[in-house]
């Protein structure tokens, strides 16, 4: 009768094969790795989703893999021994002075040491990796608009993770699912251009916002500057001057963040499509009384009604796309682009609002179109100030690559920014006059509710001029 070792002989034998030992390579490998990765997917707080595709589908597919080499090289060492007419008539029994079975012993051992040494040194340099912007952003092409938009805005310093990846098992898991659905739709190629907001899918703002901007501390009153350069020949710069009452969402309630997230006030709407930019009704409920605000012919699903959070006005506050008119204000406020080249604002808005079939074909016509333009219009300008001129044509190109992406089919507006009324609908959703209560009452359009206008597009303010902040001051 024959027993365990001599069924087991004949594998220790055949099994010393380049594939078999490659599978126990493999094996080994995928194990160690696995081993090292899996405290790190276990622990509480943030985790790429990336990771989970590592440990759950990447390395048990490779585990695998390697599993099937070996009795793969078995078979193959085998038939070929057979064809040969070399096949062992016996084989030597399983003992550990048994050459085959302590060269093969021996050769697990060094391989499984040496991917303990390399998967220890790797790994976790490789999940810190995952966990970069640089990673989420610019590894993924189909997040480069996003990325871009990161880049530049005032969270640039917060890991995607930060907000994007839930603490605790929960999170965990709906990363790792998520992080696997977009892996899918990348390699097949289905994923939507534009890509869509994932609002559905966003954490609660107590979890994220609030984290670090605390709804009780007190934001008082606030002077905002709006520049603006015209498009005449000289650039000619106004101000809009607005006393934003921003307020505080704690006991004391006021101003803008009182109103809607103050001490003992629950607002709820309805969203009739899936971008949050049509709402129709209002549930506003402050010192235990609820009124009901509502368009005419609204038709809400209250499986629908969504509680206010800070992101349904602050909906862009990492990735904010600007419009044309905004941006050049901005870039020429900075000096990027220099207000004193002769219509350089009115240029840029024709140059950048054209369209472009990629954004390489972006990359060569922009800069080139805006020194074009000083070149035949004004030789002088750009024979004295070409190094002026390249470089704001170069800035031009940068608010293109910021907002424009031809291959997304993202363009100027795609991503409506919800934070004022000036570029988009914002606050006039809800704040027109025409959501009304059963007794009359509507949702207040009044401009002082929300900020003082102490000047609207005036060349030097009186309030600026008297704090010192207008090129006026000085006159």
């Given at each position: 009768?024959?027993?365990?070792?001599?069924?087991?002989?004949?594998?220790?034998?055949?099994?010393?094969?380049?594939?078999?030992?490659?599978?126990?390579?493999?094996?080994?490998?995928?194990?160690?790795?696995?081993?090292?990765?899996?405290?790190?997917?276990?622990?509480?707080?943030?985790?790429?989703?990336?990771?989970?595709?590592?440990?759950?589908?990447?390395?048990?597919?490779?585990?695998?893999?390697?599993?099937?080499?070996?009795?793969?090289?078995?078979?193959?060492?085998?038939?070929?021994?057979?064809?040969?007419?070399?096949?062992?008539?016996?084989?030597?029994?399983?003992?550990?002075?048994?050459?085959?079975?302590?060269?093969?012993?021996?050769?697990?051992?060094?391989?499984?040491?040496?991917?303990?040494?390399?998967?220890?040194?790797?790994?976790?340099?490789?999940?810190?990796?995952?966990?970069?912007?640089?990673?989420?952003?610019?590894?993924?092409?189909?997040?480069?608009?996003?990325?871009?938009?990161?880049?530049?805005?005032?969270?640039?310093?917060?890991?995607?993770?930060?907000?994007?990846?839930?603490?605790?098992?929960?999170?965990?898991?709906?990363?790792?699912?998520?992080?696997?659905?977009?892996?899918?739709?990348?390699?097949l190629n289905t994923?939507?251009?534009?890509?869509?907001?994932?609002?559905?899918?966003?954490?609660?703002?107590?979890?994220?916002?609030?984290?670090?901007?605390?709804?009780?501390?007190?934001?008082?009153?606030?002077?905002?500057?709006?520049?603006?350069?015209?498009?005449?020949?000289?650039?000619?710069?106004?101000?809009?001057?607005?006393?934003?009452?921003?307020?505080?969402?704690?006991?004391?309630?006021?101003?803008?963040?009182?109103?809607?997230?103050?001490?003992?006030?629950?607002?709820?709407?309805?969203?009739?499509?899936?971008?949050?930019?049509?709402?129709?009704?209002?549930?506003?409920?402050?010192?235990?009384?609820?009124?009901?605000?509502?368009?005419?012919?609204?038709?809400?699903?209250?499986?629908?009604?969504?509680?206010?959070?800070?992101?349904?006005?602050?909906?862009?506050?990492?990735?904010?796309?600007?419009?044309?008119?905004?941006?050049?204000?901005?870039?020429?406020?900075?000096?990027?682009?220099?207000?004193?080249?002769?219509?350089?604002?009115?240029?840029?808005?024709?140059?950048?609002?054209?369209?472009?079939?990629?954004?390489?074909?972006?990359?060569?016509?922009?800069?080139?179109?805006?020194?074009?333009?000083?070149?035949?219009?004004?030789?002088?300008?750009?024979?004295?100030?070409?190094?002026?001129?390249?470089?704001?044509?170069?800035a031009l190109l940068?608010?293109?690559?910021?907002?424009?992406?031809?291959?997304?089919?993202?363009?100027?507006?795609?991503?409506?920014?919800?934070?004022?009324?000036?570029?988009?609908?914002?606050?006039?959703?809800?704040?027109?006059?025409?959501?009304?209560?059963?007794?009359?009452?509507?949702?207040?359009?009044?401009?002082?509710?929300?900020?003082?206008?102490v000047a609207s597009?005036?060349?030097?303010?009186?309030?600026?001029?008297?704090?010192?902040?207008?090129?006026?001051?000085?006159?």
């Open positions: 009768m024959r027993t365990f070792r001599d069924w087991l002989s004949p594998i220790v034998f055949f099994s010393n094969n380049l594939i078999s030992l490659a599978g126990v390579v493999v094996v080994t490998a995928a194990a160690v790795t696995w081993l090292v990765f899996l405290p790190i997917t276990l622990r509480s707080g943030s985790v790429h989703p990336y990771v989970g595709i590592v440990v759950y589908l990447l390395l048990p597919g490779i585990f695998i893999g390697g599993l099937l080499l070996i009795p793969l090289g078995i078979y193959l060492r085998r038939r070929g021994m057979r064809k040969r007419g070399e096949l062992p008539a016996h084989f030597e029994p399983i003992d550990p002075r048994n050459p085959e079975l302590r060269k093969l012993f021996g050769f697990i051992a060094v391989t499984t040491f040496l991917n303990i040494v390399i998967a220890s040194q790797l790994s976790y340099s490789s999940v810190r990796y995952m966990e970069t912007p640089n990673f989420c952003g610019a590894t993924c092409h189909v997040m480069k608009p996003e990325f871009a938009a990161y880049e530049v805005s005032a969270h640039s310093k917060v890991e995607c993770v930060g907000c994007h990846v839930g603490p605790g098992a929960s999170g965990f898991m709906r990363a790792k699912a998520n992080g696997v659905r977009q892996v899918v739709h990348i390699v994923y939507p251009r534009p890509i869509p907001e994932p609002l559905e899918r966003l954490r609660p703002a107590t979890e994220t916002c609030e984290s670090c901007h605390a709804r009780r501390r007190f934001f008082g009153d606030r002077m905002r500057d709006l520049a603006s350069y015209g498009t005449d020949e000289q650039n000619t710069l106004t101000h809009t001057v607005l006393m934003m009452h921003l307020g505080t969402g704690g006991p004391h309630s006021s101003g803008v963040h009182g109103a809607h997230l103050g001490e003992g006030v629950t607002l709820r709407y309805y969203a009739s499509d899936d971008v949050r930019q049509n709402i129709p009704y209002v549930e506003y409920t402050s010192g235990g009384k609820m009124t009901v605000f509502a368009a005419p012919g609204a038709k809400p699903d209250p499986t629908k009604l969504r509680a206010m959070q800070c992101i349904d006005c602050h909906n862009r506050p990492a990735h904010t796309f600007q419009l044309p008119e905004r941006a050049i204000d901005r870039a020429m406020s900075f000096g990027d682009i220099s207000p004193t080249l002769p219509f350089a604002k009115k240029q840029g808005l024709e140059i950048v609002k054209q369209t472009y079939a990629t954004g390489q074909e972006a990359g060569a016509k922009i800069p080139a179109a805006f020194e074009g333009y000083y070149r035949k219009t004004y030789p002088e300008i750009y024979a004295q100030r070409r190094d002026e001129v390249a470089s704001s044509a170069k940068s608010i293109y690559q910021h907002n424009v992406f031809p291959e997304m089919k993202i363009t100027w507006g795609t991503y409506p920014n919800n934070l004022g009324h000036t570029d988009f609908n914002g606050c006039f959703r809800c704040h027109d006059e025409q959501h009304a209560s059963s007794d009359g009452k509507t949702i207040t359009q009044d401009c002082s509710a929300c900020h003082n206008v597009d005036e060349k030097n303010p009186k309030a600026l001029v008297d704090l010192g902040l207008s090129p006026g001051a000085g006159k």
